[in-house]
């Protein structure tokens, strides 16, 4: 398919004078849904339908999310309205499409706008596809119809004609006093046939990028090339800014490997002066920051740039590749905030799970991967490479939206039944519903926060198919979603408007900007939290110096659990520990229910337990012989 248990990372805390050890929460791994740190939560917020659902729609194609505003983009929609809030009640124009703009105020979400192009098509002409991406910053938004067909060039020109179709455009759209209205008609400096500007847009503030996946100069600088059509499917980029309300194109981007087929501005992203662009399409084998660019062995492994601005002039600042490249990986969905960039491969293939973890078995094909990398004054280097904690075959996991140090990604193919949030994830009875994972940084060091669900999952929804992410608000969509429902939380129970679709807002409580959230360990005392705790009937529980294994599918696997069949909850009593094994006896409670954890520490054990991995783990019958397995709760390292 070609188109963001839990884990968490808890900061240094004191313990207590003199000795301090502080934990770091590594892996919360859910048990049936169950486990949960109270002291971080996720929630569904909203269920979001457009005003006007129709059938194949796909109301959630795009998603994006400023402060207290979303928009969602349903690319074919059909009404032959234009401007802002016309007449959404006829299906004269089939794909034209259509972008819905909703607010919040307190928890409450309603819709604001209905926004179509101003220059949609008369009945029957075919679909522009408006509103196939769309990108907000304030109070201003931009929308891709990649299918108008407009000859004009440039800024605010003639919208009327159809003589270059499939060239694409772009619109901007600016609010004042809750009221939407139309300020810029964005067209390519150098229009052409079947180019599909605004397949792609980004924006920050006064900056604007627009990418045309198939535009086709050999190019391979800035600025330079723009008239030969020599490198079908090349791609290209264009940077337009504002000043006052002036829009004008600023820069015109090119891969510095530019070759045909590379679909370069298939995927844009723009933070400040930092533009990044994917070609999901590039070829060449390297791996890294900065690479050979020069051959072309591993075709569509994908590339991502990254381009800088000084002054009003702009340059190619990095070429980043997959520190596992490898042909038909599809490396190119792209993301940025700060010094951060983001990229996606949705058709990488390891099985691995979570974070760095073994990436050279390819056995999971298209599972799916994303790759952080990082800055430093100019110079960028890999920081993480993410997989979903469930890892399966066609998950396509690699769709990303970063914002500070929360990442999201969507994986549009997951297939698990799942509801929610941080349900159960090893039931894939529900091919292509879709899932969204978050992630958050403590410094250098990533953890998945959460994994998210529709709350009203089925096949083929593809939730995760568009994420995006401010500060603690995170959008899914999901374009396949079949519900009547119009507007804000309506009826999600019925199937019968296919590929409708959906978008789904989460609201995380708990964090602040540069925060996670707190968890204490207290010298001589107890450390308590609460979770939700799983273990076998009758079975004991107990934390562990060390790393927990097993040799049953339990077991404890590269820091990720596979769970047995569990049938019983139980509140998790911690007593009194020996020197190495922490050992409890877990008492019943009802199903669902939540449980206390209190982990005593001995006074004088700190010095010599930092440095060191405390497991939580659970024998399957009574510890004379019983079978050790790795927990649902938690797995905490000790540092000073």
Not at 209 to 218: D, F, I, K, M, W
Not at 411 to 418: F, H, I, W, Y
Not at 437 to 466: C, H, I, P
């Given at each position: 398919m070609i188109l963001g248990g839990a884990s968490l990372v808890v900061p240094d805390l004191s313990l207590g004078a003199p000795d301090k050890v502080a934990a770091e929460l590594h892996t919360v791994d859910a048990c049936d849904a169950r486990d949960s740190l109270t002291a971080v939560a996720i929630a569904q917020q909203a269920y979001l339908k457009a005003s006007n659902t129709e059938t194949f729609d796909v109301?959630?194609?795009?998603?994006?999310?400023?402060?207290?505003?979303?928009?969602?983009?349903?690319?074919?929609?059909?009404?032959?309205?234009?401007?802002?809030?016309?007449?959404?009640?006829?299906?004269?124009?089939?794909?034209?499409?259509?972008?819905?703009?909703?607010?919040?105020?307190?928890?409450?979400?309603?819709?604001?706008?209905?926004?179509?192009?101003?220059?949609?098509?008369?009945p029957f002409f075919g679909g522009d596809e408006f509103g196939a991406c769309v990108a907000l910053s304030g109070d201003t938004l931009v929308v891709g119809a990649p299918i108008e067909g407009s000859k004009s060039k440039g800024v605010n020109g003639d919208e009327d004609n159809n003589f270059a179709l499939a060239s694409g455009a772009a619109y901007v759209f600016v609010r004042k006093n809750g009221s939407w209205s139309q300020q810029a008609y964005l067209k390519a400096s150098n229009t052409d046939v079947g180019d599909?500007?605004?397949?792609?847009?980004?924006?920050?503030?006064?900056?604007?990028?627009?990418?045309?996946?198939?535009?086709?100069?050999?190019?391979?600088?800035?600025?330079?090339?723009?008239?030969?059509n020599s490198a079908s499917g090349a791609g290209a980029a264009y940077v337009f800014v504002r000043n006052g309300t002036t829009w004008s194109q600023q820069a015109y981007l090119k891969a510095s490997n530019s070759e045909v087929i590379d679909f370069f501005g298939g995927s844009v992203a723009v933070s400040g002066d930092t533009v990044l662009v994917g070609a999901a399409g590039e070829d060449s084998s390297a791996t890294g920051v900065n690479g050979d660019q020069s051959d072309n062995s591993a075709v569509?492994?994908?590339?991502?740039?990254?381009?800088?601005?000084?002054?009003?002039?702009?340059?190619?600042?990095?070429?980043?590749?997959?520190?596992?490249?490898?042909?038909?990986?599809?490396?190119?969905?792209?993301?940025?905030?700060?010094?951060?960039?983001?990229?996606?491969?949705?058709?990488?293939d390891s099985n691995a799970t979570g974070v760095d973890g073994n990436q050279s078995d390819n056995s999971a094909e298209d599972s799916g991967a994303s790759y952080v990398f990082v800055r430093n004054g100019t110079t960028w280097s890999q920081q993480a490479y993410l997989k979903a904690s469930n890892a399966n075959a066609d998950d396509s996991f690699g769709i990303p939206a970063i914002s500070g140090d929360i990442l999201v990604v969507g994986?549009?193919?997951?297939?698990?039944?799942?509801v929610g949030v941080n349900g159960s994830q090893r039931n894939n009875g529900g091919h292509d519903a879709?899932?969204?994972?978050?992630?958050?940084?403590?410094?250098?060091?990533?953890?998945?926060?959460?994994?998210?669900?529709?709350?009203?999952?089925?096949?083929?929804?593809?939730?995760?198919?568009?994420v995006a992410v401010s500060?603690?608000?995170v959008v899914a969509g999901a374009y396949g979603e079949s519900s009547s429902a119009t507007g804000v939380d309506g009826d999600?129970?019925?199937?019968?408007?296919?590929?409708?679709?959906?978008?789904?807002?989460f609201e995380m409580s708990g964090l602040s900007e540069n925060d996670a959230p707190s968890l204490s360990l207290a010298s001589g005392g107890q450390q308590v939290m609460t979770l939700d705790g799983c273990a076998t009937r009758a079975g004991w529980s107990y934390w562990i110096l060390g790393s927990v294994t097993g040799t049953s599918p339990g077991q404890d696997v590269g820091g990720v659990h596979v769970p047995i069949n569990l049938d019983e909850y139980f509140q998790l009593t911690l007593t009194q520990p020996d020197p190495t094994v922490f050992r409890n006896f877990a008492g019943q409670l009802d199903p669902f229910g939540t449980?206390?954890?209190?982990?005593?520490?001995?006074?004088?054990?700190?010095?010599?337990?930092?440095?060191?991995?405390?497991?939580?783990?659970?024998?399957?019958?009574?510890?004379?012989?019983?079978?050790?397995?790795?927990?649902?709760?938690?797995?905490?390292?000790?540092?000073?």
């Open positions: 109301f959630g194609w795009s998603v994006s999310v400023s402060g207290d505003t979303v928009v969602v983009g349903a690319q074919w929609e059909a009404s032959q309205a234009t401007g802002v809030d016309g007449d959404q009640s006829d299906n004269l124009s089939s794909g034209a499409g259509a972008v819905y703009v909703f607010v919040r105020n307190g928890a409450a979400w309603a819709q604001q706008a209905y926004i179509k192009a101003s220059n949609t098509e008369p599909e500007f605004g397949g792609a847009v980004a924006i920050c503030g006064d900056t604007i990028v627009v990418g045309a996946v198939r535009e086709q100069s050999y190019s391979t600088a800035v600025g330079r090339g723009k008239d030969d569509d492994s994908g590339a991502a740039y990254v381009f800088v601005r000084d002054g009003t002039t702009w340059r190619q600042q990095a070429y980043l590749k997959a520190s596992n490249t490898d042909a038909k990986d599809f490396f190119g969905s792209v993301s940025v905030s700060g010094d951060t960039a983001v990229v996606g491969a949705w058709s990488e994986a549009l193919g997951e297939d698990s039944r799942a879709g899932a969204a994972y978050v992630y958050v940084r403590d410094g250098t060091t990533w953890g998945q926060l959460a994994y998210l669900k529709a709350s009203n999952t089925n096949v083929k929804d593809l939730f995760g198919g568009r500060g603690g608000t999600q129970t019925d199937n019968s408007f296919a590929s409708a679709g959906a978008a789904y807002v449980g206390t954890a209190a982990l005593v520490i001995p006074a004088g054990m700190e010095p010599s337990l930092a440095g060191t991995t405390l497991s939580h783990a659970y024998l399957a019958g009574p510890p004379s012989g019983g079978i050790e397995f790795s927990s649902n709760a938690v797995s905490v390292l000790l540092r000073p």
